[in-house]
């Protein structure tokens, strides 16, 4: 396998801090990297961390979830039943912008003569904040400090703090403030095309030959700017608006100029040594999918007048509010590894900007961070990220669940188009319609419809919300496996099995197979579980049970057919080598010449033809490994074992995904160096940049793997549905690790050490915990201030 050298955060220069991370020095060569790693979102509203001047930038980003613009997709040859309408997140107008001339010279970063410089995410703040001494070219020195975040408390808002300081000498000073729409001034929505031979990154956001946000209002009333805009195709509709509050004991002069693209305020101000001018900018962003300009832009200004109302001290207390409760619920302590510890809450940070303030939206592949896969929501979310909220923020995970739930229309649609019963989900998406345009690695991974039903399992374990599992889960169960079940067919040669043909799993250099392993144990899973919990509302809530089989034209007997497809379903396996193929061709295919691979080849995806790649044993991620991560209870140590040793030295880990996948499993088996190592490479994903991506924005699924290596690799979490299970085991490099958790409504803390783990209730309704063995369970039920000690057993 390609291995990534193991990742420190010095790497990129970061000091290691717990709780911060630190940039000293300004550096050009980095601008995409570090515009990802400081920026700021609530899951709603996203702010690349570009320089409030303006410039340099690489790539200017205000990101607003489920934004976006619709395009044709153009297929050079077209076929029944291929995607038709592309989605892509739109660049939505700039309010970061908030330029400062001091003597009528620009303050640029690239440029100016710094004396000390220092920028810092704030983890327990949730702040960006920037602090610069600048000599100016007549030898004057300014401080200059600017803050900015967005509200996780208050979803449309966004805070930005502006302070000049003169330490010697009186200038007159321009603090020109903006909110630009920037697709006209710039080549981001104008198509460009690469030049020959030149590498096209499939991953990235594409371009636009049309103007996508037409201008709809423009005005400055009572001190607010506002810009509106609706999207030239999809008819989204979004409002900005903005207002100024000014703090200074200098004589100033405020002017406002608002044009279709550009709302300017520009304060004026001769200021004496010692005095400082403080500007603050309040910004609020609503979007729509029908909703006129003119209401948005009224919602935004309720908006406005509460956070005006609050104060900037108040809002900050919020957010720090609002984070201590995060913390408290989700945080990971790390014993003997001070840069890892950094990681891993940045990591953590990630996810509570990912999901703060989703609401009715999906979780993006890059949250709001940036314009990688075009802000378009896949299984990643629920595979991934859900688990993670399950366990530290439930009703968040409800939120995206039901988001899920939402889309079953369009979903059921798909699956008629694809000529099968029941629904299935879009591969890639904003809208709910199928967005991926490339059939074979989109479309075919009908494996997402398990990932939704597997969230909703680890949803329903953590949190006992029986309520969702009556109305909206059981919905999407019953339609998902009744895709399943249609999808597939019987065959009789030899043994009468169910075998599932033409899918893609999740590892994209291997598509369209027969018998992918890993979309068959998720099929039989989702099938399964379907058909428990019909079994479970027919005799626990009936009058739910009756309403679902007349809403969906369910009877007995289809459920029936589940069970039996499902405990007939074919696993390929090989009893020379002793494991599971991926596919049921997958041994025939000639092994990739790893030896002959040049370090530079990889992703392989940039290099080399889709054709040669699904001619060889070679992995994007390993399916058969993921698949013993997540159902790791289906297939005996042993087996895994082999699996593993198999399927790991062929996966290139050119998918994000790999590492943290790897890490879990490894741990799982009994591999705890291998499964540290693993582990950075997850945590550095972004922090090092080890993909060279990150500038396309945050892999949050990654961030989501990381929790999940923890929980569910280290400390061996395993969710009966009725009880708790740990098979802790901590690696030798490490001190200890701990982490929080709930379970239905009971806060947890778990402890790991070298000999095993203690399991303490916080609070909350005793716990269930099985102290036994698969065939001989011993059930603890530990109330709250009270502990569990769990020891760990080694593996054979």
């Not at 003597?103 to 640029?108: G, W």
């Not at 144990?521 to 989702?526: E, I, K, T």
């Not at 892999?699 to 690799?713: K, L, N, P, Q, Y």
Request: charged letters at 20%; proline letters at 4%; one cysteine or more.
């Amino acid at each position: 396998m390609r291995r990534t050298a193991p990742a420190h955060l010095e790497l990129h220069r970061f000091p290691v801090d717990p709780w911060r991370l630190v940039e000293r020095q300004y550096d050009r060569a980095d601008l995409g990297l570090t515009e990802t790693l400081f920026a700021v979102a609530n899951g709603y509203i996203g702010l690349r961390a570009n320089p409030e001047e303006g410039r340099d930038a690489h790539s200017h980003g205000t990101f607003l979830n489920g934004f976006h613009e619709t395009w044709s997709i153009t297929h050079a040859e077209d076929a029944y039943g291929f995607a038709k309408v592309g989605q892509t997140i739109v660049n939505a107008p700039d309010a970061k912008v908030i330029k400062l001339y001091v003597d009528d010279e620009p303050l640029l970063l690239s440029s100016a003569d710094l004396e000390s410089y220092e920028r810092v995410l704030d983890l327990r703040e949730g702040t960006l904040t920037r602090d610069l001494v600048w000599r100016t070219p007549g030898g004057k020195r300014v401080r200059v400090r600017a803050q900015r975040f967005v509200s996780l408390a208050h979803r449309h808002l966004a805070v930005m703090t502006f302070e000049v300081t003169l330490l010697d000498g009186s200038a007159p000073i321009v603090i020109s403030s903006q909110l630009l729409n920037r697709q006209d001034g710039e080549d981001e929505y104008h198509v460009t095309t690469a030049a020959l031979g030149e590498t096209v990154d499939p991953r990235r956001n594409r371009t636009f030959g049309h103007r996508v946000l037409v201008p709809k209002l423009h005005r400055d009333v009572d001190g607010e700017a506002a810009l509106g805009y609706s999207c030239a195709n999809s008819g989204m509709t979004l409002a900005c608006v903005l207002r100024h509050l000014v703090e200074t004991s200098a004589a100033h002069d405020i002017e406002s100029t608002v044009a279709p693209d550009i709302a300017k305020t520009v304060l004026t101000a001769r200021v004496q040594p010692g005095e400082t001018v403080r500007v603050v900018k309040l910004v609020s962003y609503h979007t729509s999918s029908g909703v006129p300009v003119e209401e948005l832009a009224d919602r935004c200004c309720r908006t406005l007048r509460r956070a005006v109302a609050d104060g900037v001290e108040s809002l900050l207390a919020e957010q720090r509010m609002w984070l201590d409760g995060f913390w408290a619920a989700s945080d990971i302590e790390l014993r003997g590894d001070d840069a890892a510890q950094q990681a891993i809450r940045w990591n953590l940070f990630q996810l509570a900007q990912a999901s703060a303030q989703v609401q009715q939206h999906g979780i993006a592949a890059k949250g709001v961070t940036g314009s990688g896969y075009e802000g378009h929501y896949f299984w990643d979310t629920e595979t991934y990220v859900i688990p993670f909220l399950a366990y530290t923020n439930p009703e968040a995970a409800r939120r995206l669940l039901r988001f899920r739930w939402q889309m079953l229309p369009t979903a059921r649609q798909r699956a008629q188009v694809l000529n099968q019963r029941g629904a299935l989900y879009p591969w890639r998406t904003i809208n709910g319609e199928e967005a991926s345009a490339y059939y074979a690695a989109g479309t075919a991974q009908y494996h997402i419809n398990a990932a939704i039903a597997f969230a909703l399992k680890r949803y329903l374990d953590a949190s006992g919300d029986m309520d969702f599992l009556a109305n909206e889960g059981a919905e999407m169960l019953v339609e998902t496996a009744r895709l399943w079940e249609d999808l597939g067919f019987w065959s009789a040669n030899g043994d009468e099995t169910f075998r599932i043909h033409g899918v893609t799993g999740p590892d994209e250099y291997t598509t369209v197979v027969n018998d992918n392993l890993y979309t068959n144990v998720m099929a039989r899973f989702n099938m399964r579980y379907a058909s428990r919990v019909v079994e479970l509302l027919q005799t626990w809530a009936d009058e739910s049970y009756d309403s679902l089989c007349r809403r969906l034209a369910l009877a007995p007997e289809e459920v029936d057919t589940w069970v039996r497809a499902a405990d007939a379903m074919f696993l390929p396996y090989d009893e020379g080598l002793g494991i599971h193929p991926q596919d049921d061709g997958f041994l025939e295919l000639e092994p990739w010449n790893f030896a002959g691979t040049p370090a530079a080849d990889y992703p392989l995806l940039l290099h080399y033809h889709p054709l040669v790649i699904y001619r060889h044993q070679v992995l994007k991620q390993a399916d058969v490994v993921l698949a013993m991560a997540l159902r790791s209870d289906q297939f005996p140590l042993d087996v895994r074992r082999r699996n593993f040793d198999y399927y790991d030295p062929i996966t290139t880990g050119d998918s994000s995904l790999s590492a943290c996948v790897q890490a879990i499993a490894a741990a799982q088996i009994g591999y705890d160096d291998l499964a540290v190592e693993y582990f950075r490479e997850a945590l550095f994903v972004d922090l090092a940049d080890t993909h060279g991506n990150a500038s396309d924005g945050v892999h949050v699924a990654s961030a989501g793997g990381v929790w999940g290596t923890v929980a569910f690799g280290f400390a061996g979490l395993f969710d009966t549905g009725t009880c708790l299970r740990f098979t802790p085991s901590l690696p030798s490099a490490w001190e200890g690790v701990s982490f929080r958790m709930q379970r239905h409504g009971s806060c947890l803390l778990v402890e790991i050490d070298a000999d095993g783990c203690t399991v303490t209730v916080l609070a909350g309704a005793p716990v269930p915990i099985d102290l036994g063995t698969d065939t001989t369970p011993d059930i603890a039920h530990v109330a709250a201030g009270t502990s569990q000690r769990i020891a760990r057993i080694p593996l054979d």
